[in-house]
């Protein structure tokens, strides 16, 4: 069986920074170390237009809502490892978000992660769909 707990860890630990930054309780430096873990090659294709985001696009979104969604609570399920290989991983993953507007949202998430020669691990690609 293959292990991809290491992949599954990264994608909590940015959700709870995620969660924490857009709440408006992030601990200084949160945007710092969240934008840390995005490839210089980070694209992303939004769940709601289709459109594909590169990592200058992410960046400029999380700091224009940092703070914005007050009582943010992110719930993740459904972890599930697609591909492990030496240079990184896909993995899957279900993604509940409520707030305190009562503003719900519902998607599916498939990463793409790239292995650094440091054991960093780094999002590469990311596609959402809402469910």
């Known amino acids: ?14 959700h709870v920074e995620i969660e924490q ?6 601990p200084e430096g949160t945007l ?27 960046s400029e979104l999380f700091r224009r809502l940092g703070g914005q969604r ?21 993995v899957s993953y279900r993604e509940h978000q409520i707030d305190d507007s009562a503003t719900q949202t519902d998607r599916r998430a498939t990463v793409v992660f790239e292995k650094q020669a440091s ?7 990311l596609h959402e769909t809402f469910c």
Do not use: C
């Open 119 to 125: 054991g960093a691990l780094l999002w590469r690609h």
């Open 70 to 90: 007050p009582g943010l609570k992110i719930t993740l399920s459904e972890l599930t490892g697609i591909d492990r290989h030496a240079r990184g991983a896909i």
């Open 1 to 14: 069986m293959i292990d991809y707990s290491d992949f599954f860890e990264e994608v909590i630990q940015t």
């Open 32 to 58: 710092g170390n969240l934008l840390a873990r995005f490839s210089p090659d980070f694209s992303m294709i939004t769940p709601s237009t289709g459109n594909r985001m590169d990592v200058t696009a992410v």
């Open 21 to 26: 930054w857009f709440a408006g309780v992030a």
